[in-house]
C-alpha cells in the first residue's frame, strides 16, 4: 500500500500470472501496483521515478490520477502531450504534487504514455472519507474489499498496435487463468456471513467491457466514478475502461463459495461457453467455507443494469437544469469515426496526435489557444458555461468508452435509453457511448481552467487518434503555473514563465 506522500518507482520484472512469463511495468517492484490509500482532504505527493529499462516496452513514462479534478494543478494531470513532458530518462524523476479537494471514492492511477498501461502500470486508488453519507450500508470497506479488472495479453503493448487487440486472460485483482491454460491461483475475496461489504469495483481494462456479477448475491451500486449514488440493486453490471463502481455486498448467504465472474465482451474467454474453471473469475470465500472451488451458476436477472436507472445522490439537477439560457450555453458535438484509408481514428475529422509541443507547454508560452492543435482536436471553453457535448452513437468496433479529465459530468442521456434526465442524473468521468445513432449526452460547468483530455480509453484507440482537447478558460490557466520541476521535463523548451514554486 502506497500513501499520498510516496515515492513511486516504475520498473520493469517479470511476472506469470496466468502461467505464462513476460515482462511488466511494475510500480515498487509489485505486480499488480499497489493500492494507494488517501483520506478526505490528503495532499499528495507522489514522485514518480523512472527505472525502466526493457527495450520491448516504452522506457518513458508519465503518471495520470484519473478521476481526479486537478483544480489549481492542471500541469499535475498526467497525460503526456496534453499537460506535460514525460519522464523521458531512465533515472529521471517529477514529483506530482495536488490537493483532491473535497472529492472522495474510488479512483485510480495509470501510465498515460502510449499504451503503457496495458503493460501493467494501472493501480487503484481511493480516497476514504470518515463521513461517508452511505455509511450505515455497510461494515467492512479496506483494501481487502477492492476487486480490479484488468485484461491481460502475452505481447508486449508496443506491438500489440492499434487493431482489434485479444486479450489471452483477464486478471482480477492481478490473478487469473486463460482459456486452456493451467490452473494458476485466482483471487480469494473472503467474507463472513452476515456482514456487508463495501466492494470497489475499478476496470483497468485497455479495451474490453466486463459483464461482472456474483453467484448468489445481489450487488447494490452506492458509487461510480467518484460520486455516490442513490442505492440500485441490481444483479449484474457492465463496467467499461476506466469505470468503477462501488457496491455494497451483503454475505447473507449460506457458509460455502460464490464465483465472482467478469466476463469481457472481447478477448480471452469472451465466449460464454468456456467461462469455467476459473476463467474469468475470482472467488467469494465464506469464513469456515471449504477451500474448494465454487460450483454455484451465475446469478441471472431478466432485469438488465441499465445506467439510466443510476441516480446521483450528492448533486441533484444536471448544470444548466432543462433550459438553460441560451447565452449560458456551450453546445459541442463530437462526431468520431474511423478513416479506414489511414486506420486511424477521429473526432470531427481532426485525429489526436502529439503536438510538437505539449499543449500545457505552448498555452503557457503564450500561443494562441485556437493554433495549438489542428482545427478540430481541440476546443476552447469559455468562463461560467454549461457545456453540453453531444455523442453520436457509432457502430464501429463495440461500444467506446469515453473519458473526460478535469471534470466528472451529468449524464443527462445514456446511450441505452431515449430518457432525458436533467433532474438527478448518474455523474460520472467515464461515460460508454452508444452503437446505431444512439445518442450519449453529457453535462459540465467550466469550473476548472486547464487542457482536459477527452478521449476513448480503451487504449489502442486514443493511439489510434481518438481523442480531443478541451482547453477550458485558457486565460486563467496561468493563475496555477506549475513547479520549475515541471518545466525540467521539457529541456528543449525552457522560456516558460517563472513560476510562484
Ligand atoms: Cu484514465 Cu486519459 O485517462
Request: with cysteine; hydrophobic share 35%.
Amino acid at each position: 500500500v502506497m500513501n499520498p506522500v510516496d515515492t513511486m518507482r516504475v520498473s520493469n520484472i517479470r511476472v506469470s500470472p496466468d502461467g505464462f512469463d513476460r515482462p511488466v511495468v511494475a510500480v515498487n517492484g509489485q505486480y499488480p501496483a499497489p493500492l494507494i490509500r488517501a483520506r478526505k482532504g490528503d495532499n499528495f505527493k507522489i514522485n514518480v521515478v523512472n527505472e525502466l529499462t526493457d527495450p520491448t516496452m516504452l522506457r518513458q513514462t508519465s503518471v495520470h490520477w484519473h478521476g481526479i479534478f486537478q483544480h489549481g494543478s492542471p500541469w499535475a494531470d498526467g497525460p503526456e502531450g496534453v499537460t506535460q513532458c514525460p519522464i523521458a530518462q531512465s533515472g529521471e524523476a517529477f514529483e506530482y504534487a495536488f490537493s483532491a479537494g473535497e472529492e472522495t471514492g474510488t479512483y485510480w492511477y495509470h501510465s498515460h504514455f502510449g499504451t503503457q498501461y496495458c503493460d501493467g502500470l494501472r493501480g487503484p486508488l481511493v480516497i476514504y472519507d470518515d463521513n461517508d453519507p452511505h455509511s450505515a450500508l455497510y461494515q467492512d470497506d479496506n483494501e481487502n474489499t477492492i476487486i480490479t479488472l484488468a485484461d491481460w495479453y502475452h505481447t508486449q503493448a508496443p506491438s500489440l498496435g492499434s487493431g482489434p487487440a485479444l486479450s489471452d486472460a483477464t486478471l482480477i485483482n492481478g490473478k487469473g487463468r486463460r482459456p486452456g491454460g493451467p490452473a494458476t491461483e485466482i483471487a480469494i475475496v473472503n467474507v463472513a456471513q452476515g456482514r456487508r461489504y463495501r466492494i470497489r469495483l475499478i476496470s483497468m481494462s485497455c479495451d474490453p467491457d466486463y459483464t461482472f456479477s456474483i453467484d448468489n448475491h445481489d450487488l447494490t451500486i452506492i458509487e461510480a466514478d467518484g460520486q455516490l449514488t442513490e442505492p440500485l440493486t441490481v444483479q449484474q453490471l457492465r463496467i467499461f475502461a476506466g469505470q468503477r463502481y462501488s457496491f455494497v455486498l451483503n454475505a447473507n448467504q449460506p457458509v460455502g463459495n460464490y464465483w465472482i465472474r467478469a466476463r469481457p465482451n472481447i478477448g480471452a474467454g469472451s465466449l460464454p461457453s468456456i467461462d469455467s474453471g476459473g476463467i474469468n473469475s475470482a472467488i467469494l470465500r465464506y469464513a469456515r467455507a471449504t477451500l474448494d472451488d465454487p460450483a454455484t451458476t451465475p446469478h441471472i436477472n431478466p432485469v438488465v443494469f441499465q445506467e439510466v436507472n443510476l441516480h446521483t445522490l450528492l448533486n441533484p439537477a444536471a448544470p444548466g437544469g432543462p433550459n438553460p439560457a441560451p447565452a449560458d450555453i456551450e453546445r459541442v458535438t463530437t462526431n468520431f469515426g474511423f478513416d479506414f484509408a489511414t486506420a486511424t481514428w477521429n473526432i470531427n475529422g481532426a485525429s489526436w496526435t502529439h503536438p510538437h509541443e505539449p499543449v500545457m507547454v505552448q498555452l503557457l508560452n503564450g500561443v494562441p489557444p485556437g493554433d495549438v492543435l489542428p482545427e478540430g482536436a481541440i476546443r476552447v471553453l469559455p468562463r461560467n458555461k454549461v457545456v453540453e457535448v453531444t455523442i453520436p452513437g457509432v457502430s464501429l468496433a463495440g461500444a467506446h468508452p469515453f473519458h473526460m479529465h478535469g471534470h466528472a459530468f451529468s449524464v443527462i442521456k445514456s446511450a441505452d435509453s431515449d430518457t432525458l434526465n436533467y433532474v438527478n442524473p448518474v455523474r460520472r468521468d467515464v461515460v460508454s457511448t452508444g452503437l446505431n445513432g444512439n445518442t450519449t449526452i453529457i453535462r459540465f460547468t467550466t469550473d476548472n481552467p486547464g487542457p482536459w483530455f477527452f478521449h476513448c480509453h480503451i487504449e489502442f484507440h486514443l493511439v489510434g487518434g481518438l481523442g480531443m482537447v478541451f482547453i477550458e478558460r485558457p486565460e486563467d490557466i496561468p493563475n496555477s503555473p506549475p513547479p520549475r520541476s515541471w518545466d525540467a521535463l521539457c529541456p528543449a523548451y525552457s522560456n516558460l514563465p517563472a513560476d510562484a514554486t
